[in-house]
C-alpha cells in the first residue's frame, strides 16, 4: 500500500508562482510513473503534468511552458512548479502514483485546492 500526502496549495495571484509537493510513503515500487491530475468544479479530472522514474516527462497543452514537474527518487517526493498562473489554473490538485509492475495498483492523493485570483 502506498499513501501519498500533498502539499503547497492555496491562494495565488495572476501570474504569480505556487510549488506543489507530493510525499509517497509505504511499500513503493520503483518502477512507476507519477503525476498531477486536476479537477475544477463542474469538470472531469485531467492530467496536469506526468513523470516517469526515469525523468521523462509530459504536459498538458494548458501548461506548457509555465508548469515542470519533478520527482527526488531518494526522498519518494514529486513536485509542481506552477509559474504565470492564470484563473483558470483554479482547481483540486491530486498527486498519483501508478505502479508499472502487476498488480499495476493506481494511488491517489487527498486533494489540495489551488485558486488563482485575477
Known amino acids: 500500500q502506498v499513501h501519498l500526502v500533498e502539499s503547497g496549495g492555496g491562494l495565488g495571484q495572476a501570474g504569480g508562482s505556487l510549488r506543489l509537493s507530493c510525499v509517497a510513503s509505504g511499500s513503493i515500487i520503483r518502477l512507476n510513473n507519477m503525476g498531477w491530475y486536476r479537477q475544477a468544479p463542474g469538470k472531469q479530472r485531467e492530467l496536469v503534468a506526468s513523470?516517469?522514474?526515469?525523468?521523462?516527462?509530459n504536459y498538458a497543452d494548458s501548461v506548457k511552458g509555465r508548469f515542470a514537474i519533478s520527482r527526488d527518487n531518494a526522498k519518494n517526493t514529486l513536485y509542481l512548479q506552477m509559474n504565470s498562473l492564470k484563473p483558470e489554473d483554479t482547481a483540486v490538485y491530486f498527486c498519483?502514483?501508478?505502479?508499472?509492475?502487476?498488480?499495476?495498483?493506481?494511488?491517489w492523493g487527498q486533494g489540495t485546492q489551488v485558486t488563482v485570483s485575477s
Open positions: 513523470v516517469t522514474s526515469a525523468g521523462f516527462t
Open positions: 498519483n502514483l501508478r505502479e508499472l509492475l502487476w498488480p499495476l495498483n493506481d494511488y
